[in-house]
């Protein structure tokens, strides 16, 4: 069975970090993009970060760029996503994402498998 695990979600005041972690299970997706998407209620899941399978290759949005870094750590499965500056707009369920294709991409529709999500919240 094919599981993502978020971890490190909490509560911060803003201008604080925090580091997300997400853990693949039940197979590999070194060869293969990864993301994180955050998740408000009434609205769309929204695109954060993406990570091609080398980890050379990454991108983000608009509203996080220069504050939040997306890395893989290859021999845990792992894909990791610090952020810094935090910001109370920021607060979201946070969720990971998996690709079997191998496009980079910012569409929901590119990822098959998604994790459960870890809240952040982020105080003023």
């Known amino acids: 069975q094919v599981r993502l695990v978020e971890s490190g979600g909490g509560l911060v005041q803003a201008g604080g970090s925090l580091r997300l972690s997400c853990a693949a299970s039940?197979?590999?997706?070194?060869?293969?993009?990864m993301a994180w998407f955050r998740e408000v209620p009434g609205k769309e899941r929204e695109f954060v970060a993406a990570i091609s399978w080398s980890g050379g290759n990454a991108f983000y949005a608009d509203s996080v760029k220069d504050r939040f870094i997306i890395s893989r750590e290859y021999a845990k499965s792992t894909v990791n996503l610090q952020m810094n500056n935090l910001k109370p707009e920021d607060t979201a369920v946070y969720h990971c994402?998996?690709?079997?294709?191998?496009?980079?991409?910012?569409?929901?529709?590119?990822?098959?498998?998604w994790g459960q999500g870890t809240q952040v919240t982020v105080s003023s």
């Open positions: 039940g197979r590999s997706f070194n060869n293969f993009p």
């Open positions: 994402a998996a690709s079997v294709e191998t496009g980079i991409s910012s569409s929901t529709y590119q990822y098959s498998y």
